[in-house]
């Protein structure tokens, strides 16, 4: 009986787990709508921490949105060009963010 009650209480506790991690992974792009940016990436998890991977960075001042690279835009007209993304920060800063809102889905914050 008390075996049932572990076995239960464990797959509860990993569906918890899992489903916390299914809607953290939904949070996997942000927009700079004042300086034109969008930033997306896909959310893994190394030993329950979340991480950020395959960051990606657009400028959305074009009507199709452009693929930066670590000069800016790579239109040489657009304000955003020769903007170099320090991708080392915004990788910190997106993890951190991941990070705040996996504490908040599990009820810690």
């Known amino acids: 009986?008390?075996?049932?009650?572990?076995?239960?209480?464990?797959?509860?506790?990993?569906?918890?787990?899992?489903?916390?991690?299914?809607k953290l992974r939904e949070f996997n792009r942000s927009e700079d709508t004042k300086n034109g940016y969008l930033f997306k990436w896909t959310v893994w998890f190394d030993h329950d921490r979340p991480r950020a991977t395959d960051i990606e960075c657009y400028?959305?001042?074009?009507p199709i949105p452009l693929k930066l690279d670590f000069d800016g835009c790579t239109d040489s007209r657009c304000e955003?060009?020769?903007?170099?993304?320090?991708?080392?920060?915004?990788?910190?800063?997106?993890?951190?963010n991941l990070e705040h809102k996996y504490d908040i889905i599990k009820g810690i914050k």
């Open 80 to 96: 955003n060009a020769g903007k170099s993304i320090n991708f080392d920060r915004l990788e910190l800063n997106i993890e951190s």
């Open 59 to 62: 400028c959305t001042k074009h």
């Open 1 to 22: 009986m008390i075996r049932k009650i572990q076995r239960a209480f464990s797959k509860n506790e990993n569906f918890f787990q899992l489903s916390s991690q299914q």
